[in-house]
């Protein structure tokens, strides 16, 4: 019998896949390679029934904490692994510190139960139909985690935090929080509620067009040229979008899609309807 993934993480495949049909796909694996084999690993085939109860996952594209959150809650995962940190069934799924060699920051790790039932359940995973999370939808604190996390630390990055966009409020988001506050004369208590959150939206505004024809008048994308695309590259950013500049080049086209995941929309590169709707402005066409 030949080797096969377990039933249930094809299920959770495919709802990535559905949720983020762009995403970077070359760190994806299942099946071991001699290292594996070479020692008691899920990602080698059971002796029973040929099942691999093990994923790897891309997280180039994806939201991987919502991944995460949800792995957790699924009656058949027993641990999932990212970016040094292991969330285990053994210890009721609490975040904890992963020591082994590989850090899991490029993908992201899934194993699942082997009993037959769980390996072989079609429950789904709510990760194609989970809402994502925006900034101001609660309020932010030290432990909280997730998409509007990670849009808090893109925003403190325009003004220069240098925090890691990882979705998790630790410590170096708090006291950014607590510095930001301070020098905008704001309540020093490390919370994003809404007069943090207003102060945090003015100084990160884009500057006004420049005069010349309104963004939102027309869809821009590789290859465009004018002052649409100068707004579009001033207001995801330079770290983003490269220097200022009337060309919608192949550094724009990144920052576009890096913001249109962020968002939650399709990332295809293209500023449109949807896309200038996130951005706060009015499509005039």
């Known amino acids: 019998m030949s080797a096969h993934l377990a039933p249930t993480l094809r299920v959770l495949r495919e709802e990535i896949n559905t949720r983020?049909?762009?995403?970077?796909?070359?760190?994806?694996?299942?099946i071991g390679d001699a290292a594996h084999q070479a020692r008691s690993s899920d990602h080698n085939p059971d002796g029973d029934d040929r099942s691999v109860n093990a994923i790897d996952v891309d997280v180039d594209g994806i939201d991987p904490l919502?991944?995460?959150?949800?792995?957790?809650?699924?009656?058949?995962?027993?641990?999932?692994?990212?970016?040094r940190?292991?969330?285990?069934?053994?210890?009721?799924?609490?975040?904890a510190r992963y020591t082994g060699t590989n850090p899991h920051n490029k993908h992201l790790h899934v194993s699942v139960s082997h009993q037959r039932a769980l390996e072989d359940s079609q429950r789904p995973w709510g990760i194609a139909t989970a809402a994502?999370?925006?900034?101001?939808?609660?309020?932010?604190?030290a432990g909280c985690r997730g998409s509007d996390v990670r849009e808090l630390q893109t925003l403190a990055n325009r003004l220069s935090a240098r925090l890691t966009v990882d979705g998790a409020f630790g410590?170096?988001?708090?006291?950014?929080?607590?510095s930001f506050q301070r020098a905008r004369s704001l309540t020093v208590d490390g919370l994003v509620g809404p007069a943090t959150l207003a102060a945090l939206r003015k100084a990160t505004a884009p500057p006004p067009p420049q005069p010349g024809r309104a963004p939102g008048s027309r869809t821009v994308r590789r290859g465009s040229t004018g002052d649409d695309v100068a707004f579009v590259k001033r207001f995801v950013g330079t770290r983003r979008c490269g220097p200022p500049g009337v060309d919608f080049d192949e550094r724009t086209d990144a920052g576009v899609r890096w913001y249109q995941r962020m968002r939650g929309l399709t990332d295809d590169g293209v500023v449109g309807r949807l896309t200038w709707a996130q951005m706060g402005v009015r499509v005039t066409y």
Request: hydrophobic share 35%; net charge positive; glycine share 6%.
């Open 132 to 141: 994502v999370t925006r900034l101001g939808d609660r309020l932010l604190r």
């Open 20 to 30: 983020w049909p762009h995403r970077d796909r070359s760190s994806d694996g299942w």
């Open 66 to 83: 919502l991944v995460v959150r949800h792995c957790i809650t699924h009656p058949s995962c027993q641990y999932v692994i990212y970016n």
């Open 171 to 178: 410590g170096r988001t708090t006291a950014w929080v607590r």
């Open 85 to 95: 940190v292991i969330w285990s069934r053994v210890r009721s799924f609490a975040p």
